[in-house]
């Protein structure tokens, strides 16, 4: 079992940046994939990044080029980078976890709301 909790999100301008963090706790961090969804008012839930065990990440087109997951494993968390945000980012955001790669979603976060909006 893992309990992942959000923190980071806000209200930012348009162009603007935010760090978003995940910390993870009641297992052992190291062995799982963990991931950043994101979903906005009537749309479906979608995966935005995604970091595996050994470092390897994965985007969705959407932010790639303006994102960056990453990990410390000495401090069970995972931070989602997102730069030059746009007002199509505004999403609730949620932090997963899984096994590998394409399996991400085993464990969730509560969310983190993220508004881009002047």
């Known amino acids: 079992q893992v309990q992942l909790v959000e923190s980071g999100g806000g209200l930012v301008q348009p162009g603007g940046s935010l760090r978003l963090s995940c910390a993870a706790s009641?297992?052992?961090?190291?062995?799982?994939?963990m991931g950043w969804y994101r979903q906005a008012p009537g749309k479906q839930r979608e995966l935005v990044a995604v970091?595996?065990?050994?470092?390897?990440?994965n985007y969705a087109d959407s932010v790639k080029g303006r994102s960056t997951i990453s990990r410390d494993n000495a401090k069970n968390t995972v931070y989602l980078q997102m730069n030059s945000l746009k007002p199509e980012d505004t999403a609730v955001y949620y932090c997963?976890?899984?096994?590998?790669?394409?399996?991400?979603?085993?464990?969730w976060g509560q969310g983190t709301q993220v508004t881009v909006s002047s």
């Open positions: 997963s976890a899984g096994p590998s790669r394409s399996r991400v979603n085993d464990y």
């Open positions: 009641g297992s052992i961090f190291s062995i799982y994939a």
């Open positions: 970091i595996t065990r050994s470092g390897n990440t």
